[in-house]
């Protein structure tokens, strides 16, 4: 048989860098080389010459390119081996810590589930743990937390139960899985005798807000969590719409250059093909174009069907393209209301307590929250 055989070595690592500089034309970036501390001893020299000099043999790194490099402790890894000094002279050295605090702003963003965000508010020591003992390795990692918080939205999506063995896929500690597991029932029972929903539609009773005040505080701080889990994707769902009614008026406003519809579409298809094929888009902005060209292409088959010449045809689109706004504005003023709500049962609940401090703290991390309450 022939067989098409490659090896990834440190030579086609630099050609790629060059094949993406044409590609993109961007030339400037970061070359990012990960678990540097697991080189083999022979290759050890030969790496000193790469971080000092920024070349390997005769290929350089281009001048626009920055080297960054990671490797886990021997702990993690059971191919770490440790640098010398003169390999140490020659890089900036940053030690990194876990920190849940920092890790909470970039999982506002990422959209974890809010089960996990308020269990670990309440147990931080619990978000990062690595034990060696007699009884093996146990260990808990920001990693592990976001790929739960993935199967917990798939798992309810699909009606399925969670239960510790299923936690414990993800968090490779039984103590802590045992504990999330046992807290996760707790979230769902005060999702429900609590009503988050209708508090955030404004419709509560003095029962609610008595059960609550006399609860224990993680009870509180779990309906606080509960709260500022679904303002958070009311928010990410303005923020997305906001972002497609913008990418779509710009395309739409060159309809007034004298483009046709089928102009339109062709150019967006063409960008996006560019764009992908040079690596420029998130997931959330490639949904977001998905969204546009859909939208476009379903305007052309209208002015296709309805034979439109060219002004009538910028007549119809507009004519369409007004919902998109209209559900933009619904979207807004009901995230509105739902925040609004929130803070007057907070403050009939709480008054201002800690809970509130909490509340409102969470709301400043929150990206999409300090993006809504500044737009």
Sequence with gaps: ?????????????????????????????????????????????????????KTFGNHRVPDGFVIVTAGNPPEYNKSVRDFDIVTYDRVKRIYIEEDFAAWKEYAYKAQIHGAILSYLEIKKKNFYSIVSDLDGKRFVT???????????????????????????QYLQHLKIAKDFANYYELYKKYKEDYGIERILKGQWNHETIGRLKFAAFDEKLSVVGLLNGKLSEMFAESYRQ?????????????????KTLSQVVKEIHEDFDEKKKTEKLGKAQEHMLLDVIKTLESYEQISKAEHLEAEAEFERVREEFKKEPAKLEQQIENTTKALDNAFDFMEEAFGQSQEMVVFVTELNVNYYSVWFIKE
């Design 142 to 168: 920001a990693r592990g937390w976001e790929d739960l918080s993935q199967l917990l939205k798939v798992y309810e999506e699909l009606g399925k139960d969670i239960d510790r063995e299923v936690v414990f």
């Design 242 to 258: 906001d972002a497609y009614v913008t990418e779509l008026f710009g395309w739409l406003k060159q309809l007034k250059t004298g």
């Design 1 to 53: 048989n022939e067989m098409s055989v490659t090896e990834y070595t440190m030579s086609e690592i630099i050609a790629s860098i060059y094949d993406q500089i044409e590609k993109s034309g961007i030339k400037e970036g970061i070359l990012f080389l990960d678990e540097i501390n697991c080189v083999s001893e022979t290759l050890a020299p030969t790496m000193l010459q790469f971080l000092q000099y």
